[in-house]
């Protein structure tokens, strides 16, 4: 257990923020060999289709784990204020929460998938494939729920280290099944789904064992296998509106990823791939909020604000000279990587991935200040301001691709990113200041 409440604070941060990031570039990375696979054994079409159920996975997996993030929040308080017990009966209530959403979201899904399909006009050639593939990676909500928990669970008493050998297991697992099933047994892009859910399962499981072994503190006593009315309560509270903030965001993705089914393959599929290269980039931004959102929940739960506000300081400059290396990344090396996903050298492709880089990372230093602010936000247990940031990352990119989609055509969808995240990250950064000061009085 780390207590985050004493000693240097940036090296603290840090160093629970880089087993996070490292982390992210797993899970991301093995998304983009999971393309690479498809790519060389399936074709552009299973890329693009990939890109199209993207979003739509976005919006599912980003409200499992804000809400599991939320769950976190008030554990990470609990361990803050030196109160285990407190602690344990959170983790028990958040642990049939999740058994209930995930069992939820799996039927409702499945149900409703063709639906959702068709709304966002998927191409007639691509459907059949994308609908396959989503309907799998719905059977793995649970899993994703129970990772995502008790990696929550470890981050919250400052152990961000653990997670990460455990998603590496799950990476490595992902992508040797992946092979297996695409390259060997030519299940494509099914095959992908299956690898996925799989490793997720090996990820839960191994996370759970962890945790009862390592930190049998935290095992829950027989007294405490009891729901309770006021920690659900506080539970959906600040959770479900943190999984509402993932799902607006990924609501207007979903938005704009039904002008982009406009476009051509080759545009889908460019606008996929280059969205995945950048989701490994910035995950510095989430790797260091992710770090700032525990200090500051930890520090919350001690009284200590003078940590908090030196914290946010110190994470604010360090975003700005990271923002720096990220554009410089995209510049040199965004296109070349673009390259490996096909197998003869595709223009169109291409084209379509160097037109989003270009549209998109001079916005970065933006980005980084707005995942930064937004999750110390959520350190301080702000769950509405979260989601509020969702619905204006919801309207900006509405509002971009409805207005300027039919004058510019592709070139609008790729600046619905950047314009969005320069407004939603003033909203942020100007929200933060308000309602911190404001906690303090309470």
Not at 125 to 140: P, V
Not at 256 to 265: A, C, E, G, K
Request: proline share 2%.
């Amino acid at each position: 257990m780390k207590d985050m409440t004493k000693g240097p604070i940036l090296s603290q941060i840090l160093s629970f923020a880089i087993f996070i990031f490292i982390g992210g570039m797993l899970q991301n990375l093995y998304l983009i060999v999971d393309s690479i696979i498809l790519g060389q054994y399936v074709g552009e079409n299973a890329i693009a289709a990939v890109g199209i159920a993207s979003p739509i996975n976005f919006v599912v997996i980003g409200f499992l784990i804000g809400v599991t993030q939320g769950f976190s929040i008030n554990m990470a308080k609990s361990f803050g204020e030196n109160n285990l017990a407190k602690f344990r009966q959170y983790l028990y209530n958040s642990i049939i929460l999740c058994i209930i959403i995930g069992i939820i979201f799996t039927v409702v899904l499945s149900w409703t998938n063709g639906y959702i399909l068709q709304i966002i006009n998927t191409p007639a050639h691509l459907f059949d494939m994308t609908h396959n593939f989503l309907f799998i990676l719905y059977l793995g909500c649970i899993a994703n729920l129970f990772y995502n928990l008790f990696a929550g669970v470890l981050r919250s008493i400052g152990n961000s280290f653990a997670p990460l050998i455990f998603l590496a297991i799950s990476v490595i697992s992902n992508v040797t099944i992946a092979y297996i099933f695409v390259a060997i047994f030519n299940l494509g892009i099914i095959g992908t789904g299956w690898a996925t859910v799989i490793s997720q399962i090996i990820a839960a499981t191994s996370c759970y064992f962890y945790i009862r072994k390592k930190y049998p503190e935290l095992t829950i006593n027989k007294n405490e296998n009891n729901l309770e009315k006021s920690f659900i309560e506080k539970l959906i509270k600040q959770g479900i509106p943190m999984g509402m903030q993932f799902s607006f965001t990924g609501i207007g993705i979903i938005i704009v990823q039904t002008f982009l089914n406009d476009f051509s393959t080759n545009h889908i599929a460019g606008f996929s791939v280059a969205s995945r290269i950048q989701n490994i980039i910035i995950y510095v931004f989430v790797a260091l909020g992710s770090g700032l959102s525990t200090f500051i929940s930890q520090n919350y739960g001690a009284l200590k604000f003078n940590r908090i506000d030196k914290a946010v300081k110190m994470s604010t400059i360090l975003t700005i000279f990271l923002s720096i290396f990220t554009i410089a990344f995209v510049y040199f090396l965004g296109t070349p990587i673009a390259k490996l996903f096909t197998k003869e050298e595709n223009l169109d492709f291409i084209g379509a991935s160097q037109t989003y880089f270009n549209s998109v990372m001079w916005a970065y230093p933006i980005l980084g200040l707005l995942i930064v602010y937004r999750n110390a936000l959520q350190g301080y247990g702000f769950p509405i301001s979260a989601m509020f940031a969702g619905i204006v990352e919801l309207v900006m990119r509405v509002l971009v691709v409805i207005i300027f989609t039919g004058s510019y055509g592709f070139l609008a969808i790729c600046f619905s990113d950047s314009i969005t995240w320069t407004v939603t990250g003033i909203v942020l950064i100007f929200a933060y200041y308000y309602l911190a000061k404001h906690k303090r009085k309470i």
